[in-house]
């Protein structure tokens, strides 16, 4: 096991535990769940959306990896806070991984750069049984056109074909926001570090599977899943009962705000 590996060498490595996993933001545990519930929606986010069941078809896998945070993580799990993990465990070497995505290069580059390139590579969940890979990737987010607001329908599309089309746009996007693109037959070589590059590979490949936590119902990150995992984190609730809550607290915020 590789995070028994790192931790038997944590002390000639100099880390101050092998997972930087920033339990103080509901935000991110919310992001990690995603990893154990979105496949099970086959990309369909108006299938997840509409769904009122707390997908458990990857519970022993989303638990086995709770276990192995709270085993190998920093201490205590919820002091961790998420600029903390990427600008001083990470950058500085006191950990072996964060759980993140690569909306941190930005901040990591911007205190070194280069530093991605040259010191982070990127490792897939602990989810399918059979020990083959499986990287979310794809927009949790997605642009849509109003039909309220004729006159200023061409007025948006402009923007939008402008955002994805213009090399004004794509520089921003690519160079200072360091986002992957969105669309297909890019070249990669304009992207400027390999975590990016495999990003996109995976993205545009028939394995990818597209992350559907922002599908989850409103106020479930901050109230219901990030609060019962703190919890669990720190041996103050059991898995049953986690399930219990989660489940629950799902369907009943998901029939509330649907209005059925």
């Known amino acids: 096991m590789l995070s028994k590996k790192i931790d038997a060498q944590k002390d000639k490595l100099r880390l101050q535990g092998v997972f930087g996993f ?17 496949d099970y929606y086959k990309n369909d986010q108006v299938k997840a959306f509409d769904s009122k069941k707390f997908p458990w078809t990857k519970e022993e896998r989303m638990k086995q990896y709770l276990q192995l945070v709270k085993q190998y993580s920093v201490k205590p799990i919820l002091s961790v806070k998420y600029d903390e993990s990427i600008q001083d465990l990470l950058f500085n070497g006191k950990v072996a991984m964060i759980p993140q995505g690569n909306w941190v ?43 309220d607001h004729p006159s200023h329908e ?39 570090d390999d975590v990016s590059k495999e990003i996109y590979e995976v993205g545009i490949s028939k394995d990818a599977v597209t992350p559907i936590h922002k599908q989850y119902p409103n106020g479930f990150a901050n109230e219901v ?9 720190v041996g103050k609730t059991t898995w049953e009962n986690l399930k219990k809550v989660i489940s629950n607290q799902y369907k009943q915020l998901k029939t509330v705000q649907s209005g059925q």
């Open 154 to 192: 061409k007025a948006a599309k402009d923007f939008i074909n402008w955002m994805y089309n213009s090399k004004e746009a794509q520089d921003v996007i690519i160079n200072e926001m360091r986002f992957v693109p969105a669309t297909k037959d890019f070249d990669i070589k304009r992207l400027s």
């Open 225 to 233: 899943i990030g609060p019962i995992v703190q919890r669990y984190l």
């Open 105 to 147: 290069i930005p901040t990591l580059d911007g205190l070194q750069k280069g530093w991605v390139q040259q010191k982070m590579e990127m490792l897939p969940y602990y989810v399918k049984d059979d020990g083959s890979d499986e990287l979310l990737t794809g927009s949790s987010w997605y642009l849509g056109l109003t039909k």
């Open 22 to 38: 920033n339990g103080a933001d509901t935000n991110s545990i919310t992001s990690m769940s995603a990893q154990f519930t979105s």
